[in-house]
């Protein structure tokens, strides 16, 4: 079965950092792309940040670009997203999810397959 399970989720200040995990299991992890999606009711789901898993090969968005980190730990199947200098516009249900996306589609939803339940991350002000 495919296991995808987000945590690290929380309150946090305005200018503070945050640290996701996705841990997930149960498809070839390594043969896939592996990117970061956050949603807020109401608007689409918008892509942050991939890693490669077999290239490492790492992509952000402009919106996060400077201030998020993705890296990874293959031993342990685990996904990570350091979130850092967090704007209250950063809350959002954050979620990990796996595909294998062309070049240059990294942020589009529809080329992932494999989606967590998401985590959510609030910034104060």
């Known amino acids: 079965e495919v296991e995808h399970a987000e945590s690290g989720g929380g309150l946090v200040q305005a200018e503070g950092s945050l640290t996701l995990s996705c841990e997930h299991s149960g498809f070839p992890w390594d043969e896939y792309v592996i990117a970061w999606f956050r949603q807020v009711p109401g608007k689409e789901c918008e892509g942050l940040a991939s890693?490669?898993?077999?290239?490492?090969?790492?992509h952000y968005a402009s919106s996060v670009k400077g201030r998020f980190i993705v890296s990874s730990d293959s031993a342990k199947n685990t996904v990570f997203l350091q979130m850092n200098s967090l704007k209250p516009e950063d809350t959002a249900v954050y979620y990990c999810?796996?595909?294998?996306?062309?070049?240059?589609?990294?942020?589009?939803?529809?080329?992932?397959?494999?989606w967590g339940q998401g985590t959510q991350v609030t910034v104060s002000s």
């Open positions: 999810a796996a595909g294998l996306p062309a070049t240059g589609n990294y942020y589009l939803s529809q080329m992932y397959n494999y």
């Open positions: 890693i490669g898993s077999v290239a490492d090969a790492t």
